[in-house]
């Protein structure tokens, strides 16, 4: 009989900029979690603007920085991966967008998670198909639809 993968996560979050006002590693956690089927090998990378227009301008031919990254690396037998989140990106949208601040990490988070899993939002129907599941995921853990204009 095979052995049935892992439901754990093993979660390492990375502060690379300024922690002050920042989620704690257990927000991660519960975030990751829950939009995670079966287990996970994920680390999650908070940093600063510089790092983060390097990197999307890297891996996504753009000059700017990026809420979020995502880095897949496999989903067999675990989701193994990377997410790199730009903090003063997620304040700055947040605030615009009028979103609470932890709600606007949470969904981030979700949506990086979705996309380890192999999630996309290429076409339109895609992009529907992710924001669905993006919201079922975050309204079970009490969150606003972000989507929501």
């Not at 704690?24 to 990751?32: E, G, I, K, S």
Request: charged share 25%.
């Amino acid at each position: 009989m095979k052995n049935a993968p892992s439901n754990r996560l093993n979660l390492s979050v990375q502060y690379a900029c300024n922690r002050e006002g920042l989620p704690l590693r257990a927000d991660f956690v519960r975030w990751a979690r829950a939009a995670l089927v079966g287990g996970g090998e994920v680390t999650i990378r908070l940093v600063d603007a510089d790092e983060g227009q390097s990197l999307n301008k890297e891996y996504r031919g753009k000059d700017y920085a990026t809420n979020v990254l995502s880095f897949p690396y496999d989903t067999e037998p675990v989701v193994m991966g990377d997410l790199v989140v730009c903090p003063s990106v997620v304040s700055k949208e947040a605030a615009e967008q009028n979103k609470p601040l932890e709600a606007h990490y949470a969904h981030l988070t979700v949506h990086g998670m979705l996309h380890l899993q192999g999630w996309d939002h290429d076409n339109d129907d895609d992009a529907q198909a992710m924001e669905d599941e993006e919201r079922e995921i975050l309204a079970a853990m009490g969150y606003p639809d972000p989507y929501a204009v």
